[in-house]
């Protein structure tokens, strides 16, 4: 069941020397670091002469992607080497240090830095700092800011460190907070010097009685401080890599995710962020992730001879493929470092000029299982038959902001345990999405984005498409863009784009008619829904509907193509049409094809549309308020209560028959409104 991927890639890594381009650091993306579609045959094949001698070891670092497309594959890696075996020894491991947040912010040391304007939110009694950080300068004459607010070199009242991390001149790492009156509280984490060319992460708290510093995570040697002392309160700027008062103590190297908080963070929300990533909402006052996508940065090997660091599991690598996976799930699109070892065996001839060729292979994709093999002598085995589906969960959210109300609502869907979750648009409501990624950020993996009006800049849009959400995104021709459609067991989610021209003869319209083509075309799915952020048909509210005509451009053609459901957003209010179908004489106001459920549906006979836009920009009052009566064709409407939609497959219907409900923040466990339709 294995075959070799014509969508892998292979990379260098921009960190040379020698002439090497492999020794590790940041895996290049660019076109000028790629080596072969397919394959990786120089790694050490045009090395320095001591590669060749008997009993040699030398390292390499490179990354393996998976370009898609489809959703994550089950990949081994495995190769044929130019020498003998018997010669050469091959042998790979992940690398355990891979820090997987980059791109990192650059700091030149001299003039480069960050700088947040005071604000009441910034100005903190009590606090948490965290950021990762990696310098390699030789010596710090004076003391090299990571994060600091009030900044060093003044006792004037007004003009003190109200909380910071810093080196010292002697590249120890240091927090430090001082008092109305200039008195310091210090705490050092000894005499470690932290100028060691390697990413660490730093963790600096304080609550009422104990100042803390942990770096790496680790627990068991953070440091304290016993204190009761009150930070001054000042109108200093919240600086990034120099000092918060004036030009000086410049940091030289780079910073990234760093987040400060107006309290002390517990011993389980930095665990939760060290293991899966999980960025504590509650108190959040600032965050830069420096537009980090998620592409990895390897760790540096000094040179080829030096092994790396970390805890390595090595494994031998063949020509056969091994029975399990040995690199495991792959999502398309995303990089995964690998540390090549490649030994001469001592007592064998010098060897000039010898390679490997290393190759992906991937069997099925995850959720597949591969058929029995057919008994000798017994037929192959006809067309194979949908597999039975695994129950999905899937939630609703739109018009987010980055409100108190915005975490309220996200912890709600957290504790639903969802598959996924639809984001019908509208994201920060800023210029930047950074309040937004961090708010949404245990989710976001499992989000399906979708552009909103309030999206509808360039620099969210790229930001938008360099930030890993969903895996398994099919995109039109293969180029990324902002329309697209993802599957997951019997259920496939088109996302288009209602901020560009969506005809059925522009680039969109075209790709949404090819996803349909290709959805219709896989007998495995049942249930297909589409997002579009500005609403169809509805109440009347504060935003209007059928905007540019699209119900006249796609409704029938969405029923005649088993469309069963589309997601607007926009107005801030929730309501759900019964099953409706378009009504050629007012294409605004849908025939009701059934009003009584349990609602059947055998697929082009029509669909229904879902309105959700209070995921928490606003709340209570200021949610938008339907004018008029509600329409005939509208099943359920509410425009006081904040929440979300969850769609639900029901047990032992091998998922064709689903729920939808709507649950307000205050009833997490009983829906305001809920409808079940059974494909027939």
Not at 172 to 178: G, P, S, T, Y
Request: hydrophobic share 35%; net charge negative.
């Amino acid at each position: 069941m294995s075959v070799t991927s014509a969508n892998f890639e292979v990379r260098k890594t921009t960190f040379v020397v020698s002439g090497i381009g492999s020794l590790g650091d940041k895996i290049d993306s660019s076109s000028a670091g790629l080596v072969s579609i397919n394959s990786e045959s120089n790694l050490f094949k045009d090395g320095t002469a001591d590669e060749c001698i008997a009993g040699a070891t030398k390292y390499r670092i490179f990354g393996i992607k998976f370009l898609g497309p489809g959703t994550i594959r089950r990949a081994s890696l495995v190769a044929s080497e130019s020498a003998p075996s018997a010669y050469i020894n091959y042998q790979w491991a992940f690398d355990p240090l891979a820090y997987k947040y980059g791109p990192m912010g650059s700091f030149n040391g001299t003039s480069d830095f960050v700088s947040v304007a005071s604000t009441t939110a910034l100005q903190l009694n009590k606090f948490s700092i965290m950021a990762y950080f990696r310098t390699s300068k030789a010596d710090y004459t004076t003391d090299g800011d990571i994060c600091n607010k009030g900044g060093h070199g003044s006792e004037t009242a007004g003009q003190n460190m109200s909380y910071g991390i810093y080196l010292d001149a002697n590249e120890n790492l240091v927090v430090d907070f001082e008092t109305g009156a200039g008195v310091n509280s210090t705490l050092g984490y000894g005499s470690q010097k932290f100028n060691d060319g390697k990413i660490h992460h730093v963790i600096a708290r304080y609550g009422d009685t104990d100042l803390r510093l942990m770096v790496d995570f680790d627990f068991d040697n953070e440091k304290s401080l016993a204190t009761t002392a009150v930070p001054e309160v000042n109108t200093q700027p919240l600086v990034i890599g120099r000092n918060s008062r004036v030009s000086d103590r410049f940091f030289e190297g780079d910073i990234d995710e760093v987040y400060v908080y107006n309290r002390r963070l517990n011993d389980d929300e930095i665990e939760a962020y060290r293991d899966s990533g999980i960025v504590p909402a509650r108190g959040l006052v600032y965050s830069n992730v420096f537009g980090g996508s998620g592409e990895p940065i390897a760790q540096k090997l000094p040179d080829e001879n030096t092994g790396p660091s970390g805890a390595l599991s090595w494994r031998v690598v063949n020509n056969q493929v091994p029975s399990v996976p040995n690199v495991g799930d792959m999502a398309p699109n995303k990089t995964v470092p690998i540390i090549v070892r490649r030994t001469n065996i001592a007592g064998t001839p010098d060897l000039e000029n010898s390679f490997i060729h290393f190759n992906l292979h991937y069997t099925l994709e995850v959720g597949q299982t591969a058929p029995d093999p057919p008994s000798p002598g017994e037929p192959p085995p006809g067309p194979s038959q949908p597999p039975d589906n695994n129950p999905v969960k899937i939630a609703i959210g739109a018009d987010w902001g980055c409100e108190d109300m915005t975490d309220t609502v996200v912890s709600k869907i957290i504790a639903q345990n969802c598959d996924r979750i639809i984001d019908g648009g509208d994201k920060s409501y800023e210029s930047s999405l950074n309040c937004w990624l961090t708010s949404l950020g245990p989710i976001l993996s499992k989000l399906i984005d979708s552009i909103g009006n309030h999206d509808d800049t360039s620099s969210i849009r790229s930001k938008l498409l360099a930030t890993q959400f969903v895996s398994g995104k099919h995109y039109y021709q293969d180029t990324p863009a902002s329309y697209y459609y993802v599957t997951i067991e019997n259920f496939a989610i088109i996302v288009m784009d209602s901020e560009v021209s969506f005809t059925q003869t522009s680039t969109q319209g075209k790709a949404i008619i090819q996803f349909l083509t290709e959805i219709n075309a896989n007998s495995a799915i049942d249930w297909t829904f589409v997002t579009f952020h500005r609403p169809w048909v509805g109440s009347d509210s504060d935003h209007p509907n059928n905007e540019g005509n699209v119900v006249q451009t796609w409704m029938n053609y969405f029923i005649s193509h088993k469309v069963f459901a589309v997601i607007n957003a926009h107005n801030h209010n929730t309501e759900i049409t019964f099953p409706i179908n378009y009504n050629s004489s007012d294409p605004e106001d849908p025939d009701v094809f059934d009003s009584s459920g349990p609602f059947d549906w055998q697929p082009g006979q029509y669909l229904i549309i879902i309105h959700e836009g209070t995921a928490g920009h606003d709340s209570g009052s200021s949610l938008y308020q339907f004018s008029g009566s509600q329409p005939a064709f509208i099943a359920f409407r509410d425009d006081e209560a904040n929440g979300y939609f969850i769609i639900q497959t029901v047990a032992a219907t091998n998922n064709k028959s689903i729920d939808i409900s709507f649950y307000s923040v205050e009833s997490s466990s009983t829906p305001l409104y809920t409808a079940r339709y059974n494909k027939i």
